[in-house]
């Protein structure tokens, strides 16, 4: 053989079990880890569908909406999102105060549309009044906005306003919600969000690699009326849709969707529910973040975010303090106790410290933990 | 609540064993489902890398390559292959014979492509001599073939001669591999293809949704160079090399791969080195092919390739006999044996029957359980 075959393969793989209070991937639950070991069915048996079918009900629950264009992108769904409402020269707005509205931009200026960006620093809000001005110039096919920015812990308030002002201006509303769904009211259909996409490896504990995300009838007509074609074969939501089933007609194959990752979401929904739903959910993450907060704010570290309310439940940004070095905190904790922080992300890496409260680490004795460990990695290395 | 919650939600999921000798995916190995049961890595863990960094020097010896430019796609490979090497109004010539030149032809539309399709019945070879006579009259930048064409259980000829042919006009050769890897003989450098890809689906028995796919330092260079960015932030090859760590420069986020599914991966490809690697397969593939050709013609089925060296051996296309419905012993395969064998696709829809003996389920017995149900189905229906 040319290439003959590698040694370091005939080595088993080693996998450690570690406490994922980073800002994501979170454990799963060990229920979630026996759903994922049940032997593979193919992308077009009926069994496939049922849970397919049980998935997209699931999904309108956590988003709460009467969608019938709800389904899973075999990959990213902020590229979904984007791909299919933008066309050639669009001008898109994206209000960026993070991470998410960049990858946003990136994404649509690949798209080839006009793009046009309320920058703020992040951690701030996009306000409704600043946006309206954007509008009023620019009268934007597509308005986007980050939920809950996973890059520094902020929550975007006044949705339902911005919902509305898209409404005046005939705009579509695209919102990424990976990390708020589970943890703090979404309502896609009362905001009058047209197109939203959520984690599964947040709130939910399932695996990533399968994306759901919701298309408006809104929506879903103007990507229907696209003068070209959607870029990619993948993300067609047309074509997705049509797998999915969302209306009437037949089933049509269109990709080979890993049946694992459905078993994985579809028990992580399951369990979702069994614990109480929504509501639930919404109050234990709450409540939990707010002992970190206090636990914290106690022990004179601080949190990046100032205002409470502007502070998303999920993932909590702490200011790291100064004179100490982010990655030694985050070393210390994962070496010592292997318990994972996340650090900074863009304009916020080094500066501040990551930790994500999700699903089943959303208790008092893991905010406890980790509160525990960042304070004492903060002594020790203020005392070095 | 808008939207109460489900109930439908709260029976359990049912999954069904089945024996998955269609057109893929196959069955799991035991080991692949016990992989895929452990608990989940960060996209960023150290363990994370290791395995990424196995799974590059694996797949590197199944397509028989020293690219640097070797990943993996939470997706699918044949829009990254073509995304990632046209450009607007670029010419691509597609050897189209099924439905993957079909699926390419889609793709590139869809990016702008100045398509020329070679096209020929379903079943038929492409010919290096019909080829020139398009490089010469449209001068492409791409060149597009399918190696194995699962909608009609053809292998193509004459590989080499066809990367030679790129070479001379300065045009890139990209080859779909996603049922021959394993199976037959694939030499990516000898033969000198630019960008091939391979399925984890079919004969490696690995998860569907993570696909390898690799680059040669010739085809890199031209993306580097592209004038317009890669119309995908997902698919961007330089993005997921960086992230891969194809050079010496540090890794970089790019997206949250599923550990899970690299797991599955990494241990697919661990079994496959143990059974002894490609000449093992190639020659096991081969012969229980020919086993299962020889029964299934004994008891006057046809197949769909007429000469035997142009069928690959992983995915059979038998044709349905005159008065018969396909879908009928489709269903009895599957309700009387909990068998699946596939139907046609495509041009080939209710004219072939596909069977894919893969991986684990490339062994005499299994050849001669499906041969069995195929001719019981054929002479139950014939008398009915
Ligand atoms: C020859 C070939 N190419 C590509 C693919 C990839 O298909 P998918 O996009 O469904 O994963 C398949 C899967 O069936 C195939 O058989
Ligand atoms: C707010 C937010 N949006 C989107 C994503 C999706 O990211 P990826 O493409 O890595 O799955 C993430 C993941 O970290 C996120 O936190």
């Known amino acids: 053989m040319d290439v003959p075959i590698p040694e370091i393969l005939k080595k088993p793989m080693e996998v450690d079990e570690k406490i994922m209070t980073g800002a994501g991937p979170s454990n799963y639950h060990p229920r979630i880890r026996h759903a994922m070991s049940l032997p593979v069915l193919g992308h077009l048996h009926p069994e496939t569908f049922k849970i397919m079918d049980d998935i997209k009900i699931g999904v309108n629950y956590l988003l709460q909406t009467n969608n019938s264009y709800t389904f899973c992108i075999s990959g990213s769904a902020i590229e979904c999102a984007l791909m299919n409402v933008i066309e050639d020269n669009d001008v898109i707005v994206i209000g960026c105060c993070g991470q998410w509205g960049t990858r946003a931009e990136n994404i649509a200026k690949r798209l080839n549309a006009d793009v046009k960006v309320i920058n703020k620093e992040p951690g701030e809000q996009i306000e409704v009044e600043e946006t309206r001005i954007f509008f009023e110039q620019y009268h934007p096919k597509v308005f986007f906005l980050t939920h809950g920015e996973s890059s520094t812990g902020m929550l975007q ?147 990046f975010i100032t205002d409470p309310k502007n502070r998303v439940p999920s993932v909590t940004a702490v200011k790291v303090p100064e004179n100490i070095d982010a990655n030694e905190i985050i070393k210390h904790s994962m070496n010592e106790y292997n318990v994972e922080i996340s650090g900074g992300m863009g304009q916020t890496k080094g500066k501040i410290l990551r930790v994500g409260l999700m699903g089943i680490n959303c208790k008092e004795i893991v905010a406890e933990c980790v509160a525990k460990i960042l304070i004492e990695a903060t002594r020790k290395l203020n005392e070095e």
Chains 1, 2 share one sequence.
């Open 157 to 303: 308030q006044n949705l339902e306003q911005f919902g509305n002002l898209c409404q005046e201006f005939d705009c579509l509303f695209v919102v990424d919600c990976v990390i708020t769904v589970g943890c703090t009211p979404v309502y896609v259909d009362k905001w009058k969000i047209d197109v939203a996409f959520m984690g599964t490896q947040k709130v939910l504990n399932a695996p990533p690699g399968i994306s759901p995300i919701t298309f408006s009838a809104r929506a879903f007509e103007k990507i229907v009326k696209r003068k070209s074609p959607v870029k990619s074969y993948n993300y067609d939501a047309v074509n997705l849709s049509k797998y999915w089933k969302s209306g009437d007609e037949p089933r049509v194959y269109h990709h080979t969707v890993c049946s694992t990752l459905l078993y994985g979401l579809r028990e992580a929904i399951a369990i979702f529910i069994e614990n109480g739903g929504l509501e639930a959910s919404w109050k234990n993450h709450q409540n939990v973040a707010k002992h970190f907060y206090t636990l914290l704010e106690k022990n004179g570290l601080e949190l």
